[in-house]
């Protein structure tokens, strides 16, 4: 979610229902190096809380280093340690999944931070269920991981190989839950409150992880919570409050100044702007408009024009 989970679009998912977020991973390089680029990525507001600072290497010293740092400039919730991400530049640096190849370096790694906090606040880790199909030993990893003294383990349950193609599977994810004692939280394919309830029925896990479904619709978080109280579901968002999210989103953005002046930020914006458009009223025109947008002013005039059209 590097790119997406930003302090502004934490505060609008907390105020939307969800209960723990962890920021955009860091490179614990970065972070040694007092990067100010870097650094801003570990940024929260306290209303966020419970949040954790996600840290990503190879070396398990140097990583214990950066969560002391970390600890120091915010004291978050917790420490979250990154063995799924796929993407090849992280890969490269063995940092991500790439450490699920070998076990002795993940417990290297997890052991080395827990250490390094020396319990000032927990340290949990991220993992995906392999490296391939032919080596799928999340059930392994995970009890490392346990044995170095990370207290929860979220499970992506697709291995590196297949990115965010096909299915996750839900069973290794149930095999990890019954495998250690301490908490796993499941995460894949989880677009719905029925999905979050139907996981939390037939596995093991401890809680439930919505990751890219909350892209294009935050709303998912207010929609579980809902279903998971009711046993059912509620009506959708209605297109003026999602619209009206979108552009308070981009005004926040521009407020901040994280992605330089106006114009600078709306280009950067331009991809969540698209997933945020999914399903609205003449998409396809609007993603073409959206390609070119420079103005929050733009945005507010797309917003009334599809509202004022009675999408």
């Given at each position: 979610m590097a790119g997406v989970t930003d302090v502004i679009f934490r505060g609008l998912c907390k105020e939307l229902g969800a209960d723990v977020m962890v920021t955009e991973f860091v490179s614990a390089e970065g972070i040694l190096q007092a990067d100010a680029r870097t650094r801003k990525y570990t940024e929260f507001v306290e209303s966020q809380r419970p949040v954790g600072v996600q840290l990503f290497g190879a070396d398990g010293q140097r990583m214990g280093?950066?969560?002391?740092?970390?600890?120091d400039w915010k004291r978050p919730d917790f420490i979250d340690l990154n063995f799924g991400c796929p993407v090849n530049k992280v890969v490269a640096k063995n940092g991500g999944s790439s450490l699920l190849k070998d076990a002795?370096?993940?417990?290297?790694?997890?052991?080395?931070?827990?250490?390094?906090?020396?319990?000032?606040?927990?340290?949990?880790?991220?993992?995906?269920?392999?490296?391939?199909?032919?080596?799928?030993?999340?059930?392994?990893?995970?009890?490392?991981?346990e044995d170095c003294g990370v207290r929860v383990i979220a499970v992506h349950g697709r291995t590196r190989s297949q990115g965010y193609g096909g299915e996750a599977s839900w069973d290794v994810i149930d095999a990890v839950a019954r495998a250690v004692t301490v908490p796993v939280i499941g995460n894949g394919d989880i677009a719905s409150g029925a999905d979050v309830a139907r996981r939390q029925r037939?596995?093991?896990?401890?809680?439930?992880?919505?990751g890219r479904a909350a892209m294009g619709n935050p709303w998912v978080f207010r929609e579980a919570k809902h279903f998971l109280a009711s046993g059912g579901s509620q009506p959708p968002a209605l297109l003026e409050e999602r619209w009206h999210l979108v552009v308070r989103?981009?005004?926040?953005?521009?407020?901040?100044g994280r992605h330089g002046n106006e114009r600078q930020t709306l280009t950067s914006m331009r991809t969540r702007l698209m997933a945020y458009c999914k399903g609205f009223p003449g998409a396809k025109e609007l993603r073409q408009k959206l390609c070119h947008v420079e103005s929050v002013g733009e945005i507010e005039a797309m917003a009334a024009g599809s509202i004022g059209d009675g999408g």
């Amino acid at each position: 979610m590097a790119g997406v989970t930003d302090v502004i679009f934490r505060g609008l998912c907390k105020e939307l229902g969800a209960d723990v977020m962890v920021t955009e991973f860091v490179s614990a390089e970065g972070i040694l190096q007092a990067d100010a680029r870097t650094r801003k990525y570990t940024e929260f507001v306290e209303s966020q809380r419970p949040v954790g600072v996600q840290l990503f290497g190879a070396d398990g010293q140097r990583m214990g280093e950066a969560a002391k740092k970390i600890i120091d400039w915010k004291r978050p919730d917790f420490i979250d340690l990154n063995f799924g991400c796929p993407v090849n530049k992280v890969v490269a640096k063995n940092g991500g999944s790439s450490l699920l190849k070998d076990a002795s370096l993940v417990a290297a790694v997890a052991a080395g931070v827990v250490r390094a906090v020396g319990g000032q606040v927990p340290v949990t880790a991220k993992m995906r269920i392999g490296w391939d199909a032919k080596s799928i030993n999340a059930v392994e990893v995970a009890r490392t991981l346990e044995d170095c003294g990370v207290r929860v383990i979220a499970v992506h349950g697709r291995t590196r190989s297949q990115g965010y193609g096909g299915e996750a599977s839900w069973d290794v994810i149930d095999a990890v839950a019954r495998a250690v004692t301490v908490p796993v939280i499941g995460n894949g394919d989880i677009a719905s409150g029925a999905d979050v309830a139907r996981r939390q029925r037939e596995t093991a896990v401890s809680g439930v992880m919505i990751g890219r479904a909350a892209m294009g619709n935050p709303w998912v978080f207010r929609e579980a919570k809902h279903f998971l109280a009711s046993g059912g579901s509620q009506p959708p968002a209605l297109l003026e409050e999602r619209w009206h999210l979108v552009v308070r989103h981009c005004r926040l953005a521009v407020e901040s100044g994280r992605h330089g002046n106006e114009r600078q930020t709306l280009t950067s914006m331009r991809t969540r702007l698209m997933a945020y458009c999914k399903g609205f009223p003449g998409a396809k025109e609007l993603r073409q408009k959206l390609c070119h947008v420079e103005s929050v002013g733009e945005i507010e005039a797309m917003a009334a024009g599809s509202i004022g059209d009675g999408g």
